[in-house]
């Protein structure tokens, strides 16, 4: 794989994995390991559902870590970080990729996919499934890829189409059983974190003081500190310099953008600042990152 591709355009994923396309913005992977895309963060700009199948590994999304191990189900948009690392040899994974636009193509509603809340912003990236959940996505997977092989079919696309939109809604039952677990278990110092995080990752190209966030969440910077330091063992400040820092990873990647460019589209005043920023958290200044990357 390029390893200058930070942004991993449905070209590129496709070109990579596809099976089945069903056009340039759908396509199906059957079971597949995912080690080119291990080392470095990327960010889709398709949406991605996909399901462990077999053995395990260390999922990052938005520098949160989850363990993905047979059941789990990655829900990614093009708004998540994603970095998969600690693959075990049979790690294995089915997956479908699409784009706002093919989902909602000959449809009314253009809005269609944020009626789903596993694709909002504060949503759960990684959810457990059961074995009955498990097998019944896996099947509907199976049942996509088998519509989309009958190519001679005037109308495989739109059947294809109309089966993620069925996928989708089994995804939410599921969703929604695990979100009710996972809510229930939370303090009100982790309600505190979540809310905290969720910020961060809307608002961290404008804003990066803990001032910010604070006044936002109606607390002291200093109670947000503490709380957020007791929970995740890292400060406020921290998470918000790590969430600028991975954007402007996943930019150097991408060759064609100045680091001026980059520099600018993080909000920073220049480039020279941007740099001494990049290199005190980086440990290394973004030049010397954009070659180790590329190598």
């Given at each position: 794989m390029n390893r200058k591709i930070g942004q991993l355009s449905l070209s590129k994923f496709a070109y990579l994995y596809a099976d089945k396309l069903a056009g340039a913005?759908?396509?199906?992977?059957?079971e597949k390991q995912l080690l080119s895309l291990s080392e470095y963060p990327y960010r889709s700009d398709g949406y991605i559902v996909g399901i462990c199948t077999r053995g395990t590994a260390q999922v990052e999304v938005n520098l949160q870590v989850y363990e993905a191990r047979p059941d789990a189900m990655l829900l990614a948009t093009p708004f998540h970080v994603l970095r998969i690392y600690n693959s075990s040899e049979d790690f294995l994974c089915r997956f479908i990729v699409f784009s706002k636009a093919f989902l909602t193509e000959n449809s009314v509603n253009s809005h269609f996919l944020e009626s789903f809340s596993y694709f909002k912003s504060t949503?759960?990236?990684?959810?457990?499934?059961?074995?009955?959940d498990a097998?019944?996505?896996?099947?509907?997977?199976?049942?996509?890829?088998?519509?989309?092989?009958?190519?001679?079919?005037?109308?495989?696309?739109?059947?294809?189409?109309?089966?993620?939109?069925?996928?989708?809604?089994?995804?939410?039952?599921a969703y929604e059983k695990q979100h009710s677990i996972?809510?229930?278990?939370?303090?009100?110092?982790?309600?505190?974190?979540?809310?905290?995080?969720?910020?961060?990752?809307q608002h961290y190209k404008e804003h990066r003081s803990v001032q910010y966030y604070a006044d936002a969440l109606f607390v002291s910077p200093k109670h947000l500190t503490e709380t957020i330091k007791e929970v995740t063992g890292r400060t406020a400040g921290e998470w918000i310099?790590?969430?600028?820092?991975?954007?402007?990873?996943?930019?150097?990647?991408?060759?064609?953008?100045?680091?001026?460019?980059?520099?600018?589209?993080?909000?920073?005043?220049?480039?020279?600042?941007?740099?001494?920023y990049f290199k005190k958290h980086a440990g290394m200044s973004p030049s010397d990152y954009r070659t180790v990357s590329a190598n």
């Open positions: 913005d759908f396509f199906v992977a059957d949503s759960l990236p990684v959810i457990y499934l059961d074995s009955a097998k019944m996505i896996l099947d509907i997977y199976l049942l996509i890829q088998q519509k989309l092989e009958r190519e001679g079919h005037p109308y495989h696309v739109e059947i294809s189409r109309s089966i993620l939109i069925t996928l989708l809604y089994e995804v939410q039952a996972v809510k229930g278990k939370q303090t009100r110092k982790q309600e505190l974190n979540m809310l905290f995080q969720d910020m961060v990752f310099d790590d969430a600028v820092v991975l954007e402007a990873k996943v930019l150097l990647r991408n060759h064609d953008i100045s680091i001026a460019r980059v520099a600018e589209g993080i909000h920073f005043p220049d480039q020279s600042s941007f740099g001494k």
